[in-house]
């Protein structure tokens, strides 16, 4: 596609359930970000790949997060035993970087996530 | 990373001149200064990034003084569609990662 794919767009589900989201960057693109933002604040830094390795994962506030890349393509954010703090919209961006440089950040319309 | 301060919100009517500014005191020698563009229920999206002087591109001018410890985002002519939160980023392009702050919202009103 064009853009930065992201499924599902809402996922609602109940505290102690494990949930995955899923990013399809723009083809080509190197990096890999995800994001998470709540109600009325900036997005917050998870992580990022560039190609298949996590390149920094200092955002991630818990162990109960993790995100994969295996083929250097799709990425999966994969929440464990999900509390209600963990509501958010989940946005995935991806970007080209050259020599070193990190160019603009493309970014999907996110994932809504609602743990009841 | 530099620390910034920008307006929590502005408002403004259509057709006028939006100028959103940015302090960033402790700028450092290799950052870049970038700002995004969000809105509702959608991914932040890329306007415009400066080094030093002035940039300006089809949306946007990008206004950074000598001293490059603020940076000034200026809108010409807006429209309702501008209304969203903007965001000032000030960091090493070589970092990879982005920090954004709570932006500014800016309201154009008809």
């Known amino acids: 596609g064009a853009g930065v794919s992201q499924t599902p767009s809402n996922k609602v589900t109940e505290k102690g359930k494990y949930v995955e989201l899923r990013c399809d960057p723009i083809s080509g693109h190197t990096a890999l970000y995800w994001y998470r933002q709540s109600l009325g604040q900036g997005p917050e830094f998870l992580i990022y790949?560039?190609?298949?390795?996590?390149?920094?994962d200092s955002g991630l506030p818990n162990d109960r997060f993790f995100a994969v890349r295996p083929e250097g393509s799709v990425s999966t954010l994969k929440i464990q035993r999900t509390e209600r703090g963990d509501s958010a919209v989940y946005l995935c961006?991806?970007?080209?970087?050259?020599?070193?440089?990190?160019?603009?950040?493309?970014f999907g319309e996110g994932s809504r996530l609602t743990v009841l | 990373l530099a620390k910034t301060t920008q307006p929590i919100s502005m408002d403004s009517y259509e057709g006028q001149e939006v100028n959103i500014t940015c302090s960033h005191n402790?700028?450092?020698?290799?950052?870049?200064i970038t700002w995004y563009q969000q809105f509702p229920s959608q991914g932040p999206r890329f306007i415009i990034q400066g080094y030093k002087t002035k940039v300006t591109n089809e949306v946007a001018s990008l206004f950074i003084p000598a001293d490059r410890k603020s940076s000034t985002l200026s809108l010409p002519r807006v429209s309702l569609s501008d209304t969203a939160v903007y965001y000032c980023l000030v960091l090493p392009l070589t970092l990879g990662r982005l920090y954004f702050g709570r932006g500014t919202q800016l309201t154009v009103w008809p």
């Open positions: 961006a991806s970007s080209l970087i050259k020599e070193g440089y990190t160019g603009e950040l493309f």
């Open positions: 402790n700028i450092a020698t290799n950052d870049y």
């Open positions: 790949f560039q190609g298949t390795g996590a390149a920094d």
